[in-house]
């Protein structure tokens, strides 16, 4: 078997594979229904500094229906981020076809909003301020770039990082037979690797919402300013 065997959902024990990513969906609302918990209690302060943290970001009340989709996008990531860690469990976001759907829609839809309602603030975005005559073509090419490959880079970033986890935890733990190393050394190792995992697979999901939030900033900025003026 191929060491990428495992990111193949055809090699699963599961059949059904693409369903582990909307497993959490029924399983976390449980805690609703009960009496509240500790871990209920810890998302929701979770959930609540990063409402605070977003609602800033985008200027305001104006934003709130955009905070509550970063939000649920965020518990989405998250989740399968973190049961992703769990043996058996396939992993969703370390699939390049789930993150650029998660990055690409949001993208366009962005860019059709500030194109369609802010055009000219869009086509003075290009050009950074205090830019010479001579670099204005170049500084329009580069920054035409850079919006074309915001979704990639969203989506590459946090896939890489999850097949980078997973293939670490398989390779240290295959050294135990091929080189002949202490299993309490390789089993210490791939616990303190699995605590890197579990932050990482928390900081991965921060990392994407809260660029997809600066993107929409940007593109929501010229509103936002007239509000403050």
Same mark, same amino acid.
């Given at each position: 078997m191929s060491l990428f065997s495992v990111f193949d959902p055809s090699t699963q024990i599961m059949s059904l594979n693409w369903l582990s990513v909307f497993l959490w969906v029924f399983i976390?609302? %449980? &805690?609703?229904?009960?009496?509240?918990?500790?871990?209920?209690?810890?998302?929701?302060?979770?959930?609540?500094s990063l409402m605070?943290?977003?609602?800033?970001? %985008? &200027?305001?009340?104006?934003?709130?229906g955009v905070v509550l989709l970063v939000l649920g996008l965020f518990s989405l990531i998250v989740m399968n981020n973190l049961f992703g860690l769990v043996p058996y469990v396939f992993t969703g976001t370390a699939h390049f076809v789930m993150t650029i759907s998660l990055a690409v829609p949001l993208w366009l839809g962005l860019m059709l909003y500030g194109w369609i309602n802010h055009t000219l603030y869009m086509f003075a975005h290009l050009v950074p301020q205090g830019t010479p005559g001579l670099l204005l073509i170049f500084m329009v090419l580069i920054e035409s770039i850079s919006n074309l490959i915001r979704p990639l880079t969203l989506s590459v970033r946090l896939g890489a990082n999850m097949i980078a986890g997973h293939l670490l935890l398989v390779l240290l733990g295959g050294q135990a037979g091929v080189l002949g190393v202490d299993v309490v050394v390789v089993l210490f190792g791939q616990i303190m690797l699995l605590v890197l995992e579990l932050a990482v697979a928390v900081i991965q999901a921060y990392v994407f919402v809260t660029l997809m939030t600066l993107y929409f900033s940007e593109v929501n900025y010229d509103k936002m300013h007239s509000f403050v003026s």
């Open positions: 976390f609302p %449980l &805690g609703y229904w009960v009496i509240s918990s500790r871990y209920i209690k810890v998302w929701f302060m979770i959930l609540s605070e943290e977003f609602v800033l970001l %985008l &200027g305001g009340a104006s934003g709130f």
